[in-house]
């Protein structure tokens, strides 16, 4: 298979953007691989090894090799992701490639990996797609999906702001927007919701005002924010700008959602963020085992708490270490085989299975709020509730993840 | 021979030699050696060389001779790409056909966007070519999602019909772009002692298509064509009151240098199978300009040492990290190598932007005609040493 | 009925009547000199005959055939090639290149994609190019850069590549000011000499009145916009409106 | 009815942000014709200025909470500015609040010693250079500058809000008759479009009612024969420079509390702002204005929904579209000069 | 004040007075071409030299020198106006230090009215001859004040170039080829011009293709050949002297 290990070591490859707008998500994301190789080198206090359910793992490396890593930037462009894993896989004999935040990059780094036959951990990717029309039998994801948040959102939404409420959407005009949209829409209609209008707004887009000034006088009462990253923090701030927070409509108070969280995101709107429903993978803020663990090996080594960027790149390390570790060879299609339908607890999230049908992880998702009044600059967000596996769960030919096939592993050459 | 001087010969000899030997010559240090990190001589950089090469060649012939800069080269580069990914999924996995699909529809869409623009001139030609590249980049990412699969990029998938060539292989995979059956892909590795060389098909399928296109510059430059093209960047007004039309001839090196780049655009489809809306952004564009001039504008072999250059950067230097650095000085006394380290991470890694735009100031600033121009200067050198008293009488000779 | 028919020709710059009322025949094979003071709209009225400036009211035939409304270069492939007032070449070119452009012009018409033959292999075009340039004392300096050469020789340059297209009616704007008094006699010379050895018609503006009174065969005093006289060019040397309007007491 | 004011004061507001941009650019680009790709990058420094201050105003030091812990679980260390040391707790607190607007003082000095910085040490050898080479060494530039930003703040958005008093919106519509919250805006983007309107006018005044204008056109046209005059253009040139510099500068430290400055928002204005020049004409200040109110205008109608919904796609490109048939239908932009960069 | 050398004994045959422009050992490149090759030569308070000679001779190149042009580059040599080292100046500088020139091709900055180009001369310090001085000895510039200065004819434009040069409060007036283009009676009128501002203590140097109208109002004459002085000498002298017309000046 392509690139075995043949010496005392084997190399992983790391490609998360290093530029971009997400380049300060990539920056954690490194973080938290070198300190995942750390610890399967037998480095540092072990972090999540100690708590991880499975026990196949020893600090001595993967198999009795060593763990190097070869890093690239992702540049948040499909192309330059593919260059660069490319570049991993033909020049550093990468066996396993693994990062990317967003979802067009990891949807295209997953095809080529599975042309190449390397595995493809995926790393931040919210999109259905990544696990639904566009899944691959070498790609793998650990992180949650827009179909998820929106299930673990709506009924808390429903709650806090009742069952007849008129939404208005702005949505990023590109894949991941269109299946966020499309989710949360579903979710929240269910429930008795009412979609005034969905509008796109250009990627590029910097000033969201004349997308947010119709939006009081539409008729809704509760604005979507289909939005993340840059867009997430102009579009909220322009929203609050307007005052659309203290506003009043249809005899309600209006409310801003913003389904997908994250906390380096969050930091970047500010105030703007109080209060504000969404969902997220995982917090440090979490109190089992496993997430007290990781952060404090990582906040130890970086004096901050990891991101769920972080989180989640640190985890699928160490189950692709483990896989390999348990299958007892490098050759994807032996550590596909021993990642498929495996549960394994102890790395943050609660129970978690890695589903056959399509290698999504299955497990409690995270609906949050912006925090009214920090403690520290980390302190942003605040758990509201742990919505349970079973309530996220769907079928794996659901419609919005329809299409596309897995098709059979590739080891390569 | 072959048409050409014997100045020109030589380069394309040169050229030519070097493309031939390139694994090697781009594999200078041993695998496990610590700066086998600035090896350049795997598949994909070396298709990436060449194939980008084809592209500043393609936009030199526009902007070297007439001085005409387009500042949307690179939607050529992204239509070409599509129309080669498509043919891969509709058609087959044969390189032939959507390479010339791609050189078709590249050089339509120049014919299109180039009649239009070539109606203003200077800056406001720029701004022209510049807003159709962004407006079909927008719409790629978004609007035209069917035609484009926006952010992801267009790909190949199992469920293709591929009419002339197979939806999947026999063991479930995706079909592989191939030469009339020979793999783009596949590659056969040479060890020499601690070196491995690694001979890919892709690239020597590259590096033939892109000499090709090089000699054909070279005689686009040399032809009466190239002479009325740089007739058109000196003076157009004598030009039309010459009885020649500048227009046609402008049209003609727009569609030519769009096809060059839908070339280059179908070659990277066949090097990997996927078309990126971002290779339309305004930034791929800037790039192909700034390689240009970096390696030279107007001079036959500067783009390609400026794509290479470039090329080089985005790939080299990004994937050094902390690690790497320790690794090199790692015979340094501890609080030392952490010193050189910490001074070295601004410039490597996620911080390779910085010494690139640095490397754009320093040589633009000191080489004001490129790379070319800093090759010039060292011969030169290297030849006045023993002709230095020729020199001398040379440049006390009145200039008549 | 002369080669080049102006008729009725206004041409106005906002309140400026550049042009009055123009008539002006020339006969083929003959020089006619236009003259007359700064501002009186000589150049104006080559603008007009080249497609550079359209005018107003009036009619410009060229051998029976209207040039109005036609682009510069069509122009030129009617027979047509001008000299500038301010020299007009290629400067990045060679002078030899300088050269080779208005052959391809004459020999292909306005447009032809011939981008794979070499420069090098039109040997007829270059021995032609050459044997003007030896004419015009310029072959020692053909592979010099034209932009680096002083303002007569561009002048000349200028003249060359307008004489090797062979044209039949030749616009010469100033063609010797700041021309050297010997290369000025060379000129004479040389236009006298194709002059005889070739049809061409040509119209010469010039200041320089040794030079108008070796070529021209008639002359226009034009003043104002309008055609002062037109004659021989020994009536116009005495007569009184000229000397007065123009030529001053150097007659 | 309703909606069409409405999107034209959005128009109006995202028109003054890039009429402000575009008039500085002009400056350089259309009158020293210098193409400045740093531009964008300018303006970059100019909203990071007013992170700068706010975070030397919120300089601090630390007091050990023994209360409250932190994410480690050790004790918090909490930070308390020395604004509020020294001016007490509420003044103090004020002067952080005010941030934005002191960074207006604070950013000019700064901002016109950049902008001479850069022409005197750079740019100045590059007047006869070719447009080409320009670009390389102002792109070049523009990288460095943001990576070095990057390093120091980061990549992520910094929030650097308005003043207190200017949050919340001011309602139009009850002036105009319609109902309550029709017609509603932003309190501090109505200082936007005000400072703008100032700053356009004193440029234009300074331009206009004096040589200046003159001298800096002639000295691009033709450097040579302005010197021969008599007239030191190098000097002109770098006023010039300077004071483009601080309209790109305060055009950035105003629309910090708009979107948070981040590293890369000099990119993302850049080729806008290029496009708005040059649609309103090389050389024309009245065109880069005129320019960046018309395409903000029609930007905002284009993101209407009405709209969208018949042209899908429509407010991605309209910015484009709208400069390819102005640059087609008037050679020269809105209000282009002849000859200025044509070739 | 700075002190001027004493090169009297590399200055010209007929020294009468102290000089008031001095050139000494001025040598000049176009890049690598070398075209002023070492001249020395004075001009005196009051004085018009004639500097003369053929199409790229090197004239324009000295008078560009002379005038600190950014090209050509002047590698050696010293040029002294009244008592102030030209040579170690800008040419803003010089142009402070009351050197005006009127070059050869004019220089009419475009975007500029006719008015707009004389204001400019009249921005910085010493201000010279007003608008409406300039506008009485060239009406033409008069009537089209607001017309875009390179829009003027070639005639027109050199009126204007030479106004701008004594616009300007200016010791030494260098002219490049001041009379091309223009008609015979505004040559004359332009004469008068420059004996009345010789009479007034103005110092000239005039570079003049037509070399007798030159010779006849030059004191002195100056013939350069590939860069280098062949004659120095009274004006007379010149007319005298057959074989030195012959060779150089074709009269
Ligand atoms: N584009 C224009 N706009 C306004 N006025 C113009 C324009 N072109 C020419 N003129 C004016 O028209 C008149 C005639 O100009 P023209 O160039 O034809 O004169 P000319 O006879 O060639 O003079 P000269 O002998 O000085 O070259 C001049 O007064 C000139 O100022
Ligand atoms: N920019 C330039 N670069 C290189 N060489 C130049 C340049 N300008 C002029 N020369 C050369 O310098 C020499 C002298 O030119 P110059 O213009 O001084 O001549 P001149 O005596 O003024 O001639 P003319 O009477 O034709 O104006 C010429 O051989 C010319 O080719
Ligand atoms: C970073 C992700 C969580 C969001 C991203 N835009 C995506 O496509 O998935
Ligand atoms: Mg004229
Ligand atoms: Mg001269």
């Known amino acids: 298979f392509t690139n075995e290990p043949t010496g005392g070591s084997v190399t992983l490859g790391f490609n998360v953007p290093q530029t971009g707008p997400y380049a300060d998500e990539g920056a954690d994301e490194l973080r938290a691989y070198e300190l995942a190789v750390e610890h399967l080198n037998g480095g540092g206090d072990g972090g999540m090894m100690q708590t991880f359910s499975s026990k196949a793992l020893e600090g001595s490396g993967i198999l009795g090799k060593k763990v190097e890593y070869v890093t690239g930037d992702t540049q948040t462009k499909s192309d330059a992701a593919r260059a660069s894993a490319k570049s991993m896989i033909e020049k550093d004999g990468a066996i396993m490639i693994t990062g990317g935040s967003s979802s067009g990059v990891a949807v295209a780094v997953q095809g080529l990996c599975q042309e190449a036959g390397v595995i493809f951990m995926a790393g931040l990717t919210h999109s259905n797609d990544t696990t639904g029309k566009d899944k691959k039998a070498n790609g793998f994801r650990h992180f949650f999906n827009a179909y998820m948040s929106g299930a673990a959102l709506a009924p808390v939404l429903a709650k806090a702001y009742g069952e007849d409420r008129k939404a208005y959407h702005l949505t990023a005009d590109y894949t991941w927007g269109w299946t966020q949209e499309e989710s949360i829409k579903a979710a929240t209609e269910a429930l008795g919701w009412e979609t005034v209008e969905a509008v796109k707004t250009p990627l590029a887009q910097t000033d969201f005002s004349s997308y947010i000034a119709p939006v009081l006088n539409s008729g809704a009462d509760v604005l979507v924010l289909n939005h993340y990253g840059g867009n997430m923090v102009n579009s909220l701030t322009n929203a609050v700008q307007f005052g659309l927070r203290e506003k009043q409509a249809n005899g309600k108070n209006f409310e801003i959602v913003v389904p997908l969280f994250s906390r380096l995101m969050a930091r970047g709107a500010g105030e703007n963020i109080k209060g504000i429903l969404g969902s997220t993978n995982w917090h440090w803020s979490l109190q089992d085992e496993g997430t007290k663990a990781f952060v404090k090996s990582f906040g130890t080594k970086y004096g901050f708490p990891p991101s769920q960027a972080a989180h989640t790149c640190y985890v699928q390390t160490l189950l692709y270490a483990d896989a390999v570790q348990r299958a007892g060879s490098f050759d994807p299609c032996a550590v596909a085989e021993a990642l498929e339908g495996y549960e394994f607890d102890g790395l943050g999230n609660g129970p978690t299975l890695y589903r056959a049908e399509d290698h999504q992880c299955f497990k409690d998702v995270l609906v949050v709020r912006g925090k009214e009044n920090p403690t520290s600059e980390f302190d942003l967000l605040e758990v509201v509730e742990i919505t349970p596996r079973g309530q996220v769960e769907y079928a794996p030919d659901h419609p919005m993840f329809a299409g596309g096939a897995l098709g059979s592993c590739n080891p390569g050459v | 021979m072959f048409g050409l001087g014997k100045r020109d010969l030589t380069l394309f000899l040169i050229v030519a030699v070097m493309a031939l030997f390139a694994p090697f010559i781009l594999n200078p240090f041993p695998t496990d050696s610590g700066m086998a990190q600035f090896n350049a001589g795997y598949p994909d950089l070396m298709q990436r060389f060449v194939i980008f090469g084809i592209l500043a060649i393609g936009f030199n012939i526009l902007f070297g001779l007439t001085g005409y800069l387009s500042f949307g080269h690179a939607a050529f580069l992204g239509v070409g790409s599509y129309a080669a990914v498509w043919m891969f999924k509709l058609l087959s996995m044969n390189v032939i056909p959507a390479i010339l699909l791609s050189m078709i529809v590249s050089g339509l869409f120049a014919v299109v966007i180039g009649y239009v623009s070539l109606r203003r001139s200077g800056i406001y030609f720029s701004i022209l070519t510049l807003a159709f590249a962004q407006m079909s980049y927008n719409l790629a990412y978004s609007v035209l999602t069917p035609i484009t699969n926006g952010e992801t990029g267009l790909q190949i998938t199992l469920d293709d019909p591929r009419i002339l060539g197979v939806s999947a292989t026999a063991d479930g995979g995706i079909p592989v772009t191939n030469l009339f059956g020979l793999e783009m892909r596949s590659f056969e590795t040479l060890n020499i002692g601690p070196w491995a060389f690694q001979f890919s098909v892709g690239y020597y399928v590259a590096a033939v298509i892109m000499l090709i296109s090089f000699y054909i510059a070279i005689r686009i430059f040399r032809s009466p064509f190239g002479m009325m093209l740089r007739a058109i960047k000196s003076n157009q007004n004598r030009l039309y009151y010459t009885g020649l039309n500048a227009r046609p001839y402008t049209l003609a090196a727009f569609v030519i240098s769009g096809m060059y780049a839908g070339l280059a655009g179908g070659l990277l489809a066949c090097m990997d199978p996927l078309a990126g809306a971002e290779r339309m952004q305004w930034t791929a564009s800037g790039e192909v300009v700034l390689m240009t001039i970096l390696g030279g504008a107007g001079t036959l072999i500067g783009p390609v040492l400026g794509a290479g250059f470039i090329k080089y950067f985005e790939n080299i230097f990004s994937k050094i990290n902390d690690q790497v650095v320790h690794g090199w000085v790692s015979f340094l006394p501890d609080g030392l190598e952490d010193l050189v380290v910490a001074l070295i991470h601004p410039f490597v890694g996620k911080g390779w932007h910085l010494t690139l735009g640095l490397m754009f100031m320093l040589i633009v600033i000191f080489l004001p005609g490129g790379l070319v121009e800093g090759g010039q200067r060292i011969s030169r050198r290297l030849r006045r040493k023993p002709a230095e008293d020729d020199a001398k009488s040379a440049s006390t000779e009145p200039a008549e | ?251 | 009815m309703d909606a069409i004011i409405l999107q034209i004061l959005n128009g109006l507001d995202k028109g003054s942000a890039y009429a402000l941009i575009a008039l500085g650019l002009t400056l350089i680009f259309g009158t020293l014709g210098v193409v400045n790709f740093a531009h964008g990058a300018l303006f970059m420094i100019g909203a990071f200025c007013a992170v700068t201050l706010n975070r030397l105003l919120t300089l601090s030091h630390q007091v050990v909470d023994e209360t409250r812990t932190d994410f480690l679980g050790n004790p918090l260390k909490v930070d308390v500015p020395y604004m509020q040391d020294i001016f007490g707790e509420a003044t103090g607190a004020a002067i952080i609040d005010w941030s934005v607007p002191l960074a207006i003082l604070f950013s000019i000095p700064i901002m016109i010693g950049f902008g001479v910085i850069m022409e005197r040490g750079l740019i100045k050898h590059f007047y006869k250079r070719p447009h080409a080479d320009q670009i390389l060494v102002t792109f070049g530039l523009a990288i460095v500058l943001q990576e070095v930003i990057k390093q120091i703040f980061g990549a992520n958005p910094i929030p650097t809000p308005a003043p207190d008093v200017f949050r919340g919106s001011f309602d139009f519509g009850t002036m105009l008759g319609f109902d309550p919250n029709v017609i509603i805006y932003p309190y501090w983007r109505l200082v936007y479009f005000g400072f703008a309107a100032i700053i356009i006018g004193a440029v234009f005044a300074f331009l206009q009612f004096t040589t200046f204008g003159m001298v800096v056109r002639a000295g691009m046209a033709d450097r040579e024969t302005v010197g021969l005059l008599g007239i030191n253009i190098d000097r002109r040139f770098t006023i010039m420079f300077g004071l483009a510099a601080a309209v790109a500068g305060l055009a950035g430290v105003m629309y910090a509390p708009i979107n948070s400055p981040n590293y890369h928002m000099g990119m993302d204005f850049l080729v806008l702002s290029f496009v708005v020049v040059v649609v309103g004409g090389m050389g024309s200040l009245p065109g880069a204005v005129l320019a960046g109110f018309l395409l903000g205008i029609l930007e905002s109608f284009a993101s209407m929904n009405q709209i969208k919904s018949i042209l899908p796609g429509i407010d991605q490109i309209i910015i484009y579209l709208v400069a390819i048939i102005i640059l087609l239908t008037r050679p020269r932009g809105l209000m282009g000069r002849k000859g200025v960069m044509e070739d | 004040m700075n002190v001027r050398p004493d090169f009297s004994k590399h200055g010209n045959k007929a020294e009468t007075a102290p000089a008031f422009l001095s050139v000494w050992d001025m040598h000049s490149y176009y890049g690598e071409s070398y075209i002023v090759q070492g001249i020395n030569f004075n001009v005196h308070e009051g004085e018009i030299l004639a500097l003369l000679g053929r199409n790229g001779a090197g004239k324009t190149t000295t008078l560009r020198s002379i005038a600190r042009m950014d090209s050509p580059q002047v590698n050696h040599g010293e040029i002294w106006l009244d008592h102030q080292p030209l040579h170690k100046m800008a040419s803003y500088e010089a142009a402070a230090a009351g050197l005006g020139l009127v070059p050869e091709d004019r220089c009419i900055i475009p975007g500029l009215t006719v008015e707009e180009n004389l204001q400019l001369a009249q921005i910085a310090p010493p201000i010279g001859w007003s608008l409406d001085r300039l506008y009485d000895l060239f009406p033409r510039l008069g009537e089209r004040r607001k017309q875009e200065g390179v829009t003027l004819s070639g005639g027109e434009q050199q009126m204007l170039s030479i106004a701008r040069a004594l616009a300007r409060d200016i010791k030494v007036l260098l002219l490049d080829e001041p009379y091309e283009g223009l008609a015979p009676v505004i040559v004359d009128e332009i004469e008068k011009t420059l004996r009345h501002v010789k009479e007034q203590g103005m110092t000239t140097i005039l570079v003049e293709q037509n070399a007798v109208r030159a010779l006849q109002l030059a004191d002195r004459a100056i013939i350069l050949d590939t860069g280098s002085i062949v004659f120095d000498g009274t004006a007379a002298e010149v007319l005298e002297n057959e074989s030195l017309r012959a060779e150089y000046l074709a009269i």
């Open chain 3, 1 to 251: 009925m002369g080669i080049l028919e102006v008729k009725d020709v206004n041409k106005r710059f906002g309140g400026l009547k550049a042009l009055s009322e123009v008539n002006l025949s020339v006969v083929e094979n003959t020089v006619h000199a236009i003259i007359g003071p700064n501002g009186a709209g000589k150049s104006t009225l080559l603008n007009c005959l080249v497609g550079k400036l359209i005018p107003d009211t009036g009619s410009v035939m060229f051998d029976g055939q209207s040039v109005l409304g036609r682009k510069p270069f069509e122009i030129n492939q009617m027979g047509i090639s001008r000299v500038f007032q301010t020299p007009e070449i290629f400067g990045d070119l060679t002078v030899m290149e300088n050269m080779m452009i208005p052959l391809f012009a004459k020999r292909d018409g306005v447009f032809r994609l011939h981008a794979i033959e070499s420069v090098e292999s039109e040997s007829e075009l270059r021995g032609r190019a050459e044997q003007m340039l030896e004419d015009v004392n310029m072959l020692d300096k053909r592979h010099m850069h034209s932009a680096s050469m002083s303002r007569g020789d561009k002048r000349r340059l200028e003249m060359a590549m307008c004489l090797v297209q062979e044209p039949r009616l030749l616009l010469l704007d100033e063609p010797t000011a700041g021309m050297a008094r010997a290369d000025t006699n060379n000129t004479i010379d040389l236009l006298k000499q194709i002059k005889a050895s070739r049809d061409i018609t040509m119209c010469i503006i010039e200041h320089d009145m040794h030079v108008v009174f070796s070529l021209a065969d008639r002359i226009t005093v034009l003043a104002q916009g309008t055609p002062l006289v037109e004659d021989v060019p020994e009536k116009i040397k005495g007569h009184p409106k000229v000397q007065e309007a123009y030529l001053g007491e150097h007659a």
